[in-house]
């Protein structure tokens, strides 16, 4: 089956602490994403890629890194200059081939605790 | 400023009986609009999108939306409600920021009750 796919599914982060969220995707996408889901907020964009070993920071990448070196993986390293990482984070992709940002493909989530 | 809004936290609807979820926009140019669906802990699913032509849009599961350009609008409908339809349901636009961009609403619940 085509998809995406996030690992782990829930995460616990020490203060201090970084932590790096998985996602693959082996629908043959170009662009990736990641977004964080906070109650009542919708989603915020953290990074996006467009192709491999590019990617441009979105609206709250402060805290967050990321890396594009396979167009199948994007993951996400939550650093302990995230000062409120608790959240629901969201990768998805969408086919080069249209315009950037037309239809995307979600994930099934990360959601990370801080103790 | 760029931005999508969705004016109702929750809908609440029996079942059986059709449903809206409103959504309003403000873009530059001509906009991308979507629908998507969330179930509880799980990613977005996508419904339906507007590019142009038909100002009516059938997507998946029965829903369908309504383009209206002069009330900057995009509603998402379906006929008869299911229980199974209760979600949280987001509004989203492409958007040309200095770069584009997609912005979505913040989301609406969605409750169907039997």
């Known amino acids: 089956d085509g998809g995406i796919t996030q690992s782990p599914k829930y995460l616990f982060r020490k203060e201090g602490q970084n932590v790096t969220l998985s996602c693959e995707q082996n629908?043959?996408?170009?662009?990736m994403y990641w977004y964080r889901q906070d109650p009542g907020q919708g989603l915020r964009l953290i990074y996006y890629?467009?192709?491999?070993?590019?990617?441009q920071k979105g609206d709250i990448a402060e805290g967050y890194s990321v890396s594009r070196e396979k167009k199948e993986s994007f993951p996400l390293t939550v650093t302990s200059a995230q000062k409120n990482p608790t959240a629901f984070y969201l990768c998805?992709?969408?086919?080069?081939?249209?315009?950037?940002?037309?239809?995307?493909?979600f994930g099934p989530g990360t959601r990370l605790t801080v103790l | 400023a760029q931005s999508v809004a969705q004016p109702e936290d929750q809908v609440n609807v029996a079942e059986g009986n059709p449903l809206t979820v409103k959504c309003t926009y403000s873009?530059?140019?001509?906009?991308?609009l979507f629908w998507y669906v969330q179930y509880p802990n799980r990613g977005l699913q996508f419904l339906l999108k507007?590019?142009?032509?038909?100002?009516l849009v059938k997507g998946s599961y029965g829903f369908e939306a309504e383009f209206n350009k002069s009330q900057t609008s995009f509603h998402l409908k379906k006929p008869s409600a299911l229980v199974s339809d209760s979600a949280l349901y987001f509004c989203?636009?492409?958007?040309?920021?200095?770069?584009?961009?997609?912005?979505f609403g913040a989301g609406t619940r969605l409750f169907v009750k039997a």
């Open positions: 998805a992709s969408s086919t080069g081939g249209g315009p950037l940002w037309d239809t995307q493909y």
């Open positions: 629908l043959n996408h170009d662009a």
């Open positions: 890629s467009q192709i491999v070993n590019d990617f």
């Open positions: 873009v530059s140019g001509n906009p991308y």
């Open positions: 507007y590019i142009t032509g038909d100002n």
């Open positions: 989203a636009v492409r958007a040309n920021t200095g770069g584009f961009k997609t912005i």
